[in-house]
């Protein structure tokens, strides 16, 4: 089951937009298939998911702590 938040390009302006808190997050083709599920600190980890151009889109929901994003990533690669 994906994330229930829309894509987003993967692009300068969409990691600048990205919070700078922890969180969970898809990484998809331009067709909209999910590549990878991760968590961490977002911005810091879209920054890096754009230098390496490992997609086109990203989706994140945002969580209170990287415990929490560390087990909602999880979660969510099961039902992958």
């Known amino acids: 089951?994906?994330?229930?938040?829309?894509?987003?390009?993967?692009?300068?302006?969409t990691v600048a937009r990205?919070?700078?808190?922890?969180?969970?997050y898809e990484l998809?083709?331009?067709?909209?298939?999910?590549?990878a599920v991760d968590s961490g600190v977002l911005r810091d980890e879209l920054k890096t998911?754009?230098?390496?151009g490992d997609a086109d889109r990203?989706?994140?929901?945002?969580t209170h702590t990287l415990e929490r994003a560390d087990e909602l990533a999880d979660e969510h690669r099961e039902r992958l």
């Open 1 to 13: 089951m994906p994330l229930r938040k829309p894509w987003r390009d993967l692009d300068r302006a």
């Open 18 to 24: 990205a919070p700078d808190r922890p969180g969970a």
């Open 28 to 35: 998809g083709d331009a067709d909209g298939t999910v590549l």
């Open 49 to 52: 998911a754009l230098a390496y």
């Open 58 to 62: 990203v989706r994140w929901t945002e």
